[in-house]
């Protein structure tokens, strides 16, 4: 349920309101606009009397959501919601996020080189997987602490925060200490017992769309993360599967405007696991920014032919610093910044 709250409401009415809605036992979160206040209930809402509410001197509007989402809702926070992932400002209106970086983090030299490289073309920030969701058990599985410490040099050199990859409860803490923007992946998206364990940090979450999941699957999969106790999550879509096998999931562009209309989330774009193909990555980058995206995310690597995963879908750093220079150019015609 959302309450719309008059601007001229006084301050001890809303309260009173508050404590009122909190002896029946539901939640509520108060967000304050620029028009008006929301206050947004979540629980057992059905024994509330909305004439009661209605009868109060604050009150503009009572609404009953529909939708089984209402954290992530729009419309219990009707302005995008910018998240700071260590000062960066992910979301909103103007700037537009990318971010580059291997698929793996291989050791030292080659995340600080490539994390130099990146920054150069534009990125604010450097991804690298420490910890590895391999479809096989004997594929290289991530350096784990090691790929984590050898980040934290390399956000030490270049001062770009650093986003990496969760993949199980046991290892929040270490991510919490170290880690900028904590990825949840896609094969782990609707790891529920993962996604609670979340609201033990406040570090912003990049939340992968699952490899077959709807978009209120999706949503549904942020709602858990902020029930839990954490609003800083960020959406990425990263493809879907599908019947076609040129591409190595067909990239959803059209989960952008839904997105935006049904959430206050930022939401960036993934076009590598999307294509799988770096040749058709900035294709889909430019696409992404044209259709409103608040961000790339990117594989980029310095060698991509002997990279240790997802070589062939890996841009060199040259023709990442070009595609972000294109996009800086569609980024103006929608009215934004990069
Ligand atoms: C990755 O970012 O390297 C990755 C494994 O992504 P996804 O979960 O989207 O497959
Ligand atoms: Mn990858």
């Known amino acids: 349920m959302i309450i719309t709250i008059k601007k001229s409401a006084p301050k001890q009415e809303v309260e009173k309101l508050i404590a009122d809605l909190e002896k029946h036992g539901v939640q509520v979160t108060h967000v304050v606009g620029e ?42 926070h009707p302005e995008d919601s910018v998240i700071d992932v260590a000062g960066i400002k992910v979301g909103g209106q103007e700037k537009i996020v990318v971010i580059g970086g291997p698929c793996s983090v291989e050791g030292a030299e080659q995340i600080v080189s490539i994390a130099q490289a990146v920054k150069e073309a534009g990125a604010v920030m450097l991804r690298g997987g420490a910890y590895k969701p391999r479809t096989s058990p004997y594929a290289f599985q991530g350096l784990q602490t090691e790929g984590i410490l050898d980040l934290v040099e390399a956000r030490r050199k270049t001062g770009l925060p650093i986003v990496s990859e969760l993949m199980s409860s046991d290892k929040i803490e270490e991510f919490d200490k170290y880690v900028d923007l904590i990825q949840i992946g ?11 364990s979340l609201g033990k940090t406040q570090k912003p979450i990049l939340l992968k769309r699952g490899l077959a999941n709807t978009i209120e699957e999706w949503i549904m999969s942020a709602e858990y993360i902020m029930a839990a106790g954490n609003p800083n999550v960020i959406l990425c879509e990263r493809g879907i599967r599908t019947f076609e096998k040129y591409t190595r999931n067909t990239l959803d562009l059209s989960v952008i405007p839904i997105i935006k209309e049904r959430t206050h989330l930022p939401i960036i774009i993934d076009p590598s696991h999307a294509t799988g193909d770096y040749r058709y990555v900035e294709a889909m980058s430019l696409a992404a920014i044209a259709a409103g995206a608040d961000g790339l995310i990117i594989e980029v690597h310095n060698n991509p032919e002997c990279a240790w995963s997802d070589g062939g879908q890996s841009l060199k750093p040259d023709k990442f610093a070009r595609l972000v220079e294109k996009c800086r150019s569609i980024a103006h015609v929608v009215g934004r910044e990069l």
């Open 35 to 76: 028009t008006h206040d929301v206050l947004g209930l979540v629980g057992d809402t059905a024994k509330l009397d909305e004439k009661r509410i209605m009868a109060n001197v604050a009150v503009r509007n009572v609404t009953r959501i529909a939708a089984p989402y209402k954290l992530a809702n729009r419309l219990f």
């Open 186 to 196: 896609a094969r782990n998206m609707q790891n529920f017992e993962l996604l609670k």
